[in-house]
Structure formats: C-alpha cells, structure tokens
C-alpha cells in the first residue's frame, strides 16, 4: 500500500487543535479551531474523495482517541465517518491495549517491521491523519510515499508545528497543489531525500 500523510497546518506551521477549542489543551494551548471558518465545500469534496479512497488508516494514539470520540460514534452518517468505521484501523502505541473502535488493531512491538508489512499489504493507500509525531517518526524512517498539506489562511503563534525546530531536514519534490475558494491551500509533496545546499562563499 501507498503510504500518505494528510495534515491541517497553519501558515506558520502548527497543527495542534484545527478543529475545535477543546480539542487538544496540551501545553496551554488557547487558540483551538483555528480551521474553522476556512473549510468551504470544496474542501470537504475533496477531504470526502480523499477518506474514500483510504484502504486502511495508521494513527498515532492521540489522534486515535480523538476521531474514536467523535467519528466513531457517527455510523456512515458523513462519507468521512463511513470510510472510518468501515475499514481497518491501525494505531501505534504501547498505551491502549483494549480499543473500543471497530476494526482496530494496535501495533505495540517492533513498529518498523509492521508498518513495513502494512505497506507490503495489497491494496491502494494506508492513510495517516494528523498524527504529528508518529508522521515525523514516518517520515525520519523512510516509510512516507506522499504527503498532502492542506494550509489555512492562519497565522496561530502557538502550538504543537508539524515540524519541530530544530529537527532532521528533507527535500520535496512538489507533485500537485490546488487553492480553493475559502483560502485553504492544497499541497501534496513527494520527499525526495535530503535538500541541497548552496556551497560556502
């Protein structure tokens, strides 16, 4: 399977809480639903194309729990919650050992053999939402096939980034991008190993 990441972030980078003001307080964080307002219809077409097309999902534990709360308890009601609680469901943690979701199996040992048998699985994409640090952990380990990027017209000016400062560095090569009317921008990156750097002097 094709291994893609989906991550809200803000113009300056944080992905921390894009959904509502409780959603994740962690740290202080004030600034909670920060992608609200943003996400017009297009956006949801595309998020409801991009849901379906999903064969399996890969989650790190808090953003787990987080759509178990509140898109596992919603049947098929959205396209988004069908594929969710229609297909299978992996996630990375060696803290939850009785999952209440359907369909949910927890990978608790040796993580970079099973998401290697996991991408070796037929079938056509294992999808990471959010996720942050299992998404670095990914990416760090070579696992990360294509990540799409959805930026919203914010600036937060606090809050978990995507990419943590200082951090490992990583070249992408750009393979599609899309504005829609809301602001919201799509970028779906391919990584491309480490960056080239200008020569001294």
């Given at each position: 399977?094709?291994?893609?990441?989906?991550?809200?972030?803000?113009?300056?980078?944080?992905?921390?809480?894009?959904?509502?003001?409780?959603e994740d307080r962690r740290g202080g964080f004030e600034r909670g639903g920060w992608a609200m307002g943003h996400f017009d219809s297009k956006v949801l077409g595309f998020l409801?194309?991009?849901?379906?097309?999903a064969d399996a999902f890969l989650f790190g534990r808090r953003t787990y729990e987080l759509f178990a709360g509140y898109w596992g308890v919603r049947g098929d009601s959205t396209p988004i919650a069908a594929a969710l609680n229609s297909r299978p469901?992996?996630?990375?943690?060696?803290?939850?050992?009785?999952?209440?979701?359907a369909d949910t199996t927890?990978?608790?040992?040796?993580?970079?053999?099973?998401?290697?048998?996991?991408?070796?699985?037929?079938?056509?994409?294992?999808?990471?939402?959010?996720?942050g640090k299992l998404i670095r952990w990914?990416?760090?380990?070579?696992?990360?096939?294509?990540?799409?990027?959805?930026?919203?017209?914010?600036?937060?000016?606090?809050?978990?980034?995507?990419?943590?400062?200082?951090?490992p560095d990583l070249a992408l090569?750009?393979?599609?991008?899309?504005?829609?009317?809301?602001?919201?921008?799509l970028r779906v990156y391919r990584p491309a190993g480490r960056p080239r750097y200008a020569a001294a002097g």
């Open positions: 399977m094709k291994l893609t990441t989906t991550t809200q972030v803000s113009v300056d980078g944080v992905m921390q809480g894009p959904g509502g003001s409780g409801n194309e991009h849901f379906h097309r469901k992996y996630v990375a943690t060696t803290g939850l050992s009785e999952p209440q979701w927890v990978l608790a040992g040796d993580l970079r053999a099973q998401v290697q048998l996991l991408k070796d699985a037929p079938g056509g994409e294992l999808q990471v939402h959010g996720s990914l990416l760090d380990n070579g696992f990360v096939d294509e990540m799409n990027l959805l930026t919203v017209p914010v600036v937060v000016g606090q809050g978990t980034r995507l990419f943590a400062d200082p951090g090569d750009l393979i599609d991008s899309r504005a829609f009317p809301g602001g919201t921008m």
